[in-house]
């Protein structure tokens, strides 16, 4: 399952967390290409290791805001090669919409703390080294969770609530399909549903997708 | 012309009649000595009393003294049936002859309030009467004796023998009495003189000196009466009756001259004002011009709809029932500015106390603005203690919720990966379920340490500003907000701060007690403020004094010199509005 040729940058102020993390992604098969400290190394770094992916922690020196979040928008823009996931301390949906409200090809947001699971983490890594998207659960639960006037999210049977947000979250048909134990023909039925109940236009690319979900969610 | 004033002529009108009368009987009396001066003393009073207690009468219409000292002047005239010479009407003269002395006492007794004080004074005064009237029957039953002025008197109708002996018993028994009636009222007039304030003395001095003397004096004569000193009687008597005289007198006289007296202090008083007053300066004057060294005064803040001293601190006015102290509102040009808080006996000179708070006004107002200024002072000092308070509560809280929280179960975790290493060889599957429950364990204490981060300052605030901070907020939120406006551009941090906690408390306050369906934001800039405003569609009824939370940030936003106002009317919502100058 692994493949070795996926390379990362990794960027982040707490050296403490870089190692770890450069440990554990080398443990589940990725090259580390090379660390950061701050958002200037970070671009630098990428930009002579054009890595396949790029780690970016929201809060960096030297005004510890989100200098991460700006890095990141300009490695999209400048290397569209390069994927990126942020990781976040908190939970802040703005960041994580503003991060995938132009594209969501190549891109993820998760909470720190999900590197510690490091199934769900790496297979973040992974989806958005393929060119899809990584949002992170908790993000997904405010989201499909914010109160509503006359919410059309309460058409929604339960199952498909689920599908909604894993949709959310980036994953694939197939993905959903295993992560629920159903086939994915009953996953596609799903989805189909969801379109219709929320008047979306169906859309067959897993980021596309996303895109659309999140579009709807956010207003 | 009113009732009363009607009633007060007709009473004038009979005092003349009822003086002509007592003139004819005088005139014609066969056994009166000086038929002349008796006729011109007994006019004298009669008819002082009459006037002088009719004016006093029309002038405070609830003052019993007024008709008392009336009634004195009719009484009094009732003695001079005695010099009639018709034997019963001589009989009944000499009967009711004394009775004006019992209401001249019962006058001084009501004198100034109107009323007596205490139930046992209304007894003592009815026994007075009751010895009025039986004072003269042993002269009546057994004989005038050889007593001085009565060598032509008619017969007793009363007569049953001429007894001398039992007649200086009766005398002597009743008198003794009367004696005693005179002390007991001698000491409370002196009780009340010696409790007395200066104003209140200023007050009773004429009357009640002129009275006391009196009393005294015909005390004595009573007295002496009694010990059969006959030759000092008529010394003793006379003095008292020039005293009785003199009584109406004095009193319109102390009238008169407590005007014009009052008149300068008060003219003074407008004079002295101009030269601003600085601190107690404007109490001292005013306190001067009404003669109450115990004036205060009471400044109105009409914003705080409360009353304070010079100095700012709140006060309260004395109730209207209060037994010793009143209050006089002080108004300027239609507006309240302040109280002056006095004696309750100037109550009493309604036109000196209007005239003081008339020319006061401006002065007061000047001193309003300082004490406004300083109850400001006072507020600031109270709210930067409450903030100072308030971070000490917020310090405690944090720390025991890090060490209910995240402390006890990082302490937990640490157990777990303690028990999952001595496992880790001999039971791989025991260890191994162990980190699972440690995995979890951390998962829960980070979110606990993430959610407390964020109550403590939502790094989004600073980060992304109020726009972005108050979706987050409304995202989060149990029932559904609607952001209905925020200001496009970056307010200063305090003042993003301030505006984001206010919301945030709002609508804790809207999910926790308002049972609402839903609830508008909206931010605005306007007049230099930023205008935060927080309604729901709930119950209603809220009680701004409630919880710490919302007079935390009342604080808070009045440290920033801004303003919070909650309308929350039973049934129509709550509105929250906070102003916050920008």
């Not at chain 2, 000086?34 to 003052?63: D, E, K, M």
């Not at chain 2, 907020?473 to 952001?483: N, Q």
Request: glycine share 10%; charged share 20%; proline share 4%.
């Amino acid at each position: 399952m692994t493949d070795p040729s996926l390379r990362v940058v990794i960027a982040d102020d707490s050296v403490l967390l870089r190692e770890g993390l450069s440990r554990l992604l080398e443990e589940s098969g990725f090259e580390v290409a090379g660390q950061a400290g701050d958002a200037e190394d970070l671009l630098r770094k990428v930009g002579a290791h054009r890595p396949d992916v790029a780690v970016v922690d929201v809060r960096m020196p030297p005004t510890h805001t989100d200098e991460g979040l700006r890095a990141a928008h300009r490695i999209r823009a400048e290397h569209p090669g390069t994927a990126v996931l942020v990781l976040s301390q908190y939970v802040e949906e703005a960041y994580a919409l503003e991060l995938l409200s132009e594209s969501t090809e190549r891109t993820g947001y998760l909470l720190k703390d999900r590197v510690a699971d490091v199934e769900t983490f790496t297979d973040a890594v992974r989806r958005v080294a393929g060119g899809g998207s990584a949002l992170d659960p908790e993000v997904v639960a405010l989201l499909l969770g914010r109160r509503r006037r006359e919410d059309p999210l309460d058409a929604l049977t339960a199952r498909e609530r689920e599908v909604l947000g894993l949709m959310a979250e980036g994953r694939s048909n197939n993905a959903i399909a295993e992560a629920l134990v159903v086939t994915e023909r009953a996953v596609e039925k799903h989805v189909t549903s969801i379109f219709s109940k929320l008047d979306l236009t169906p859309t067959v690319e897993d980021h596309r997708r996303v895109l659309a979900v999140l579009a709807y969610l956010r207003s | 012309m009113t009732g009363l004033t009607r009633a007060l002529w007709a009473l004038a009108l009979a005092g003349l009649v009822a003086g002509a009368a007592a003139t004819a009987i005088t005139l014609s009396s066969d056994h009166i000595p000086h038929p002349g001066v008796t006729t011109a003393i007994g006019l004298t009073i009669t008819w002082s009393f009459i006037g002088t207690g009719l004016y006093a009468w029309w002038r405070r219409p609830a003052n019993r003294f007024g008709a008392l000292m009336t009634a004195v002047g009719f009484t009094f005239v009732l003695g001079v049936v005695t010099g009639s010479n018709d034997s019963v009407v001589f009989t009944a003269g000499v009967l009711l002859s004394s009775i004006y002395f019992v209401v001249f006492a019962h006058m001084l007794l009501v004198y100034p309030e109107g009323r007596l004080e205490r139930p046992w004074h209304a007894r003592l005064i009815a026994g007075g009467y009751l010895l009025a009237l039986i004072g003269p029957l042993p002269m009546l039953l057994w004989g005038f004796g050889d007593r001085v002025g009565c060598d032509g008197c008619p017969p007793s109708a009363l007569l049953i023998e001429n007894d001398d002996t039992l007649r200086a018993i009766g005398n002597g028994l009743l008198s003794a009495i009367g004696v005693a009636l005179v002390i007991v009222i001698l000491a409370i007039l002196l009780r009340r003189w010696r409790a007395a304030t200066a104003p209140q003395r200023r007050t009773l001095a004429p009357v009640l000196w002129s009275g006391v003397a009196m009393l005294f004096f015909l005390g004595a004569s009573l007295g002496s009466d009694a010990v059969g000193v006959n030759r000092v009687t008529d010394v003793f008597g006379t003095i008292g009756l020039v005293l009785f005289a003199s009584v109406p007198w004095v009193f319109l006289i102390s009238l008169v001259r407590g005007h014009v007296v009052r008149a300068g202090a008060v003219s003074e008083l407008l004079l002295r004002l101009g030269e601003a007053p600085g601190t107690d300066e404007l109490r001292c004057r005013l306190a001067d011009a009404l003669g109450d060294r115990s004036l205060q005064l009471a400044f109105w803040l009409e914003d705080k709809r409360r009353w304070v001293d010079y100095h700012g601190q709140a006060v309260e006015l004395p109730a209207p029932d209060d037994p010793i102290r009143a209050s006089t509102l002080v108004e300027l040009e239609g507006r309240r500015v302040g109280a002056i808080v006095h004696d309750v006996m100037l109550r009493s000179e309604p036109e000196l106390l209007g005239s003081v708070a008339a020319a006061a006004g401006l002065a007061m107002e000047n001193e309003r603005l300082h004490a406004q200024l300083r109850a400001r002072v006072e507020e600031l000092r109270t709210s930067r203690a409450r903030i100072v308070e308030a971070g000490t509560h917020e310090r405690r809280r944090l720390e025991r919720n890090l060490h209910d929280g995240a402390q006890q179960r990082l302490v937990a975790l640490s157990l777990s990966l303690r028990l999952a290493q001595a496992k880790l060889h001999k039971d791989p599957d025991r260890a191994d379920a162990l980190l699972t429950g440690a995995q979890e364990e951390l998962t829960l204490a980070l979110g606990e340490l993430r959610e407390l981060a964020r109550g403590i300052h939502p790094a989004i605030l600073s980060d992304r500003g109020l726009g972005a901070a108050l979706e987050a907020l409304a995202g989060r939120a149990s029932l559904p907000v609607d952001l209905a406006a925020v200001p496009g551009e970056r307010l200063p941090e305090p003042i993003e701060a301030a505006a984001y906690f206010v919301v945030a408390e709002a609508l804790t306050n809207v999910v926790k007690y308002a049972h609402a369906s839903q609830a508008t934001v909206s931010i605005v800039r306007r007049n230099g403020h930023a205008v935060v405003e927080v309604a729901d569609d709930g119950i209603g009824g809220a009680d701004p004094g409630r919880g710490s939370g919302l007079r935390g940030l009342a604080d808070r936003v009045s440290a920033l010199d801004g303003s919070i106002l909650i309308e929350s009317p039973a049934g129509a919502g709550t509105r929250l509005r906070a102003e916050i100058p920008v």
